[in-house]
């Protein structure tokens, strides 16, 4: 338990307790920029299949998956992102933006995130949490099941969010883990996750203690 929810945490584990920890935002250098700048516009990446009608909906951007696909989306959308805004508004360039933390698999999910709620914004979820069921915290049907996925894509939808910087969605994809720790005990936790107990009974006492805190909220 925790006595409270930060609107953007990582999960670690420990053997008494699955401290949520806050993520820590790497925003990009202009070096970083203009290295990625550099790899833009190189040959042989994949198109991934969009329709054309798009492209008559509003000024487009290209987004480049680490795996070489090419995303065409509309700017506006794309701009859910904080990284890519910065990105676009820095540069004013029309090139591809490569997004070598994202696979494409998971862009694809998020761009489905950010085309839903564009014109539609995610309500806040209430924290700390008061029911192990979203739909019970304000979230909505759509995006209670936008994160009803295995756990792999589920991480890997917080990296991204956190990479992108799309406050939204991270905060929607922490809250399903949350929720599946919820009102379970360390012994649970560590079967949810797979998580296997390496400590001795020595240490697990010590982390016991120096976490009474979440225990006792």
Not at 54 to 83: T, W
Request: hydrophobic residues 35%; glycine residues 4%; proline residues 6%.
């Amino acid at each position: 338990h925790t006595s409270h929810l930060n609107s953007t945490f990582s999960v670690s584990s420990s053997p008494s307790v699955f401290v949520l920890l806050p993520l820590r935002k790497e925003s990009q250098t202009r070096r970083e920029k203009q290295n990625n700048k550099g790899k833009r516009g190189k040959k042989g990446l994949r198109t991934h299949n969009m329709s054309e009608s798009k492209a008559a909906d509003g000024e487009m951007v290209i987004l480049v998956s680490n795996d070489g696909e090419k995303f065409p989306v509309e700017k506006r959308v794309a701009q859910m992102s904080e990284l890519v805004t910065t990105v676009t508004e820095d540069e004013g360039s029309n090139d591809p933006i490569p997004l070598p933390d994202v696979k494409s698999s998971v862009l694809q999910k998020v761009l489905e995130f950010c085309k839903h709620h564009v014109d539609s914004p995610m309500p806040t979820i209430e924290k700390p949490l008061k029911s192990a069921e979203l739909s019970e915290c304000g979230v909505p049907d759509w995006d209670t099941k936008f994160v009803q996925v295995d756990q792999e894509l589920l991480f890997e939808l917080i990296l991204a969010a956190n990479y992108l910087d799309i406050k939204p969605l991270l905060d929607l994809s922490c809250a399903k883990v949350a929720s599946m720790i919820k009102g379970k005990t360390p012994e649970e936790i560590r079967k949810t996750f797979n998580i296997v107990n390496d400590f001795t009974p020595e240490e697990e006492a010590q982390v016991r203690e120096e976490n009474k805190w979440c225990e006792e909220t």
